[in-house]
């Protein structure tokens, strides 16, 4: 059985998300974990449902979504995903943004740099990488296309969509990533974003006036 739990972590409440498939064997189940803010809550939670974590999934370089990766590779020696145009975050507290309000977000290590298409297979998940790029310049979702489940990251929450004023921001190419990458998906999907509550492919595409009026900074 597929489990996705959703956790709020670090100063900005962001969804974590811890995503496994129950086994039948009485070892330990292998997970991945995404946009991790918090390593202490994130491992806690880990320890607690009995999982051992494979990989971490960045969707964007932002410092909210990444302040918990360091730690929890160091922990684990859990594999750190994330696209490349976006990867100086992982190690430069100016491009995550972080110090822009003054926090600070310990370097780490990339293992894999993520590109548009690529299949990722951990701990028994096989998830679709598709670039989305707008709110950063190296945002990324990602699809888990047998289970219908996207993890949008900041690029599409409900009734709304990432902000564009950012640094690395592109209203235009947001505006394209989420009506050309997203929305052109077939079918529907369980939309799980980087805040706020889920949503639904279907829905967006049917009641965002926000996207379809056009996205502005």
């Known amino acids: 059985m597929l489990n996705i739990r959703s956790i709020p972590t670090g100063p900005l409440a962001v969804n974590t998300y811890i995503v496994w498939y129950d086994n039948d064997a009485s070892e330990k189940c292998e997970c991945i974990v995404i946009d991790p ?108 296309e047998k289970e219908r489940v996207i993890f949008s990251g900041d690029t599409l929450f409900f009734m709304s969509y990432g902000r564009t004023d950012l640094p690395g921001g592109d209203a235009e190419a947001l505006y394209d990533s989420i009506m050309y990458r997203l929305f052109t998906l077939k079918g529907d999907y369980r939309v799980l974003p980087g805040h706020d509550r889920e949503t639904t492919l279907d829905f967006e595409r049917k009641n965002n006036l926000c996207i379809m009026s056009g996205v502005c900074e």
């Open 37 to 144: 803010a918090n390593s202490g809550k994130v491992k806690r939670a880990l320890d607690e449902w009995g999982l051992t974590l494979k990989a971490i999934l960045i969707t964007h370089g932002h410092f909210d979504h990444i302040m918990g990766v360091a730690r929890l590779r160091e922990q684990t020696g859990a594999k750190v995903y994330i696209n490349k145009l976006d990867s100086a975050a992982m190690k430069d507290n100016g491009a995550s943004l972080a110090s822009m309000i003054g926090v600070r977000v310990d370097p780490t290590s990339v293992d894999v740099y993520v590109t548009d298409g690529m299949l990722i297979s951990e701990a028994g998940i096989e998830l679709r990488a598709i670039h989305t790029p707008g709110h950063t310049v190296g945002g990324v979702c990602y699809v888990m």
